[in-house]
């Protein structure tokens, strides 16, 4: 497993302590995180508008990716090929209505999507809803 502080310096990243301790999160967590849940582990050092940055800085460079959610709220889960010049992030994500948490499924297909004719796809949001692993077990 890449340490932090490694996978920082890779996307071109400061070292900071904040940065560090997002990081971390997301690290432990396989699931994908939104904003209040990394306010819920990290808040007590920083606050929300340093967390806010901190997401956007790792978005921008290519660390993590949003995950589109049924009910509207974003969530944030770690990318495995990107960088900041071009995100890889069409994949299939998966919601479990027991639990509530979504997965990045990278190693399924993305079903063909075929548009009509004068139409132009700019970007692909896959969510599957269903029952977890950890659930059904």
């Not at 310096?9 to 302590?17: D, I, P, Q």
């Not at 949003?66 to 998966?94: M, W």
Request: charged letters at 20%.
């Amino acid at each position: 497993m890449t340490n932090t502080v490694s996978l920082l310096k890779e996307h071109n990243l400061r070292n900071t302590e904040a940065r560090v301790a997002v990081l971390n999160t997301f690290m432990v967590q396989p699931h994908a995180l939104s904003h209040g849940d990394i306010e819920r582990e990290v808040g007590e050092q920083f606050d929300r508008v340093t967390i806010y940055r901190t997401l956007t800085s790792f978005m921008e460079k290519g660390l993590l990716h949003k995950v589109p959610v049924d009910d509207g709220s974003t969530r944030y889960a770690l990318c495995d090929h990107c960088d900041h010049h071009q995100h890889e992030d069409n994949h299939i994500h998966f919601k479990c209505t027991v639990c509530g948490t979504t997965q990045c499924l990278d190693e399924l297909p993305i079903p063909q999507v075929k548009l009509p004719q004068g139409f132009t796809l700019t970007e692909t949001n896959f969510l599957v809803q269903g029952v977890c692993k950890g659930c059904n077990g």
